[in-house]
């Protein structure tokens, strides 16, 4: 069936609606990160009438934004690699072989998907802090803890996902790494993980996105040493003062990686989720 023009032109006008309702906020952000501190607490102008760079110089010492970026950086990549290893041996476990108590397995992981993260902060604050009085682990504010923390958020999803993607991978190309003289775990590293590429690459991108921009956890399972960059932003709103263009131009800066990263993988992405949620 042939597109109307009625429908065209609805069509054209919402996703003209939609790109402003994206890019409006965006041109905002850049805009304001390049106006001076007075410029932008006065009246409202869609173009600076000073153009000035110096947001982007001193948001480094109004904050130690260098360090907050490195916490980031440690712990979304230590929590994305440690999910991602986890949920690959998991997964391939759940879709290969049948064990008593897989669905029951399979089940649970997917229904902690439904609870909100809020309702687990509590929980995992008293665990951790117990096990620091019982055993002298101190998990609460240290990277190690956040980074377990994020597990319980990443890691059931990419089971979930790529349990659905080893489905779709014949079973005949780990029978055939088995006659060729390779063990499970080979065949799994060998010919199973690389034709599930895309798979394993969103699932990575998920767990990293989910881990850079955390603010609740961060919040309360952080120090001023090991604090997060979605944590530290804050901390451009004093008692005295905001300084609004340098919170623009740090957020600018902040969003750089992710969205690199997004570009640049985005087929895998979509090609992952695509093939891992219909299986």
Request: one cysteine or more; proline letters at 5%.
């Amino acid at each position: 069936m042939r597109d109307t023009t009625a429908f065209k032109a609805f069509r054209i006008v919402v996703v003209t609606v939609l790109a402003a309702f994206t890019i409006l906020p965006l041109y905002v952000m850049v805009t304001s990160s390049m106006k001076p501190l007075s410029d932008v607490r006065g009246a409202f102008t869609w173009w600076p009438t000073t153009i000035t760079f110096e947001p982007f110089v001193h948001m480094w010492t109004t904050v130690p934004l260098a360090r907050y970026f490195v916490n980031s950086t440690i712990v979304s990549v230590s929590s994305t690699l440690a999910s991602l290893v986890i949920a690959i041996f998991a997964s391939y476990a759940v879709s290969r072989y049948r064990f008593r108590g897989r669905g029951t397995f399979t089940t649970t992981v997917l229904s902690t998907q439904m609870f909100p993260g809020v309702l687990f902060l509590l929980p995992l604050f008293i665990i951790f802090v117990n096990l620091d009085k019982t055993f002298g682990v101190q998990l609460v504010g240290t990277r190690i803890g956040l980074i377990i923390t994020y597990l319980t958020f990443s890691l059931p999803f990419s089971i979930w996902m790529l349990a659905g993607y080893f489905d779709g991978i014949p079973r005949e190309l780990d029978e055939a790494a088995r006659v060729d003289g390779c063990s499970p775990v080979g065949a799994l590293l060998r010919v199973v993980l690389p034709a599930a590429r895309p798979g394993v690459i969103a699932v990575a991108i998920y767990g990293f996105m989910t881990a850079w921009g955390e603010v609740l956890f961060a919040s309360v399972m952080t120090t001023d040493t090991n604090r997060t960059l979605a944590i530290g932003l804050r901390q451009y709103s004093t008692q005295t003062n905001v300084y609004w263009n340098e919170i623009m131009a740090a957020s600018l800066v902040v969003s750089i990686p992710v969205v690199i990263g997004f570009l640049l993988l985005q087929k895998y992405f979509v090609a992952g989720l695509t093939a891992g949620s219909v299986k």
